[in-house]
């Protein structure tokens, strides 16, 4: 009889947490064409994802450090792809 273990949560990095809660928030973007992450400038989105980062930081993390940890993000994310060309 086949038998299959239950796999264990994967290990995410304090900087894939805050990314993937800045992009379910919407307050970033990944372009459609080369990947990189942009940006929307969306104050609402920013401070939701804050919001949330404070209530329900990961195991680990203060309240503190989980919303430097999305601080950090925004500061290092611009609001144009490198690759695409300018409008």
């Given at each position: 009889m086949l038998m299959s273990k239950k796999r264990p949560p994967p290990n995410r990095t304090s900087r894939g947490w805050a990314i993937a809660l800045l992009q379910?928030?919407?307050a970033i973007r990944e372009c459609e064409d080369h990947g990189w992450m942009q940006d929307r400038t969306d104050p609402h989105a920013r401070?939701?994802?804050?919001d949330i980062a404070r209530r329900y930081p990961p195991p680990g993390?203060?309240?503190?450090s989980a919303a430097a940890e999305i601080r950090e993000i925004i500061d290092s994310i611009g609001d144009t792809c490198p690759e695409c060309p300018p409008r």
């Open positions: 379910e928030a919407g401070e939701y994802a804050f993390l203060s309240p503190e």
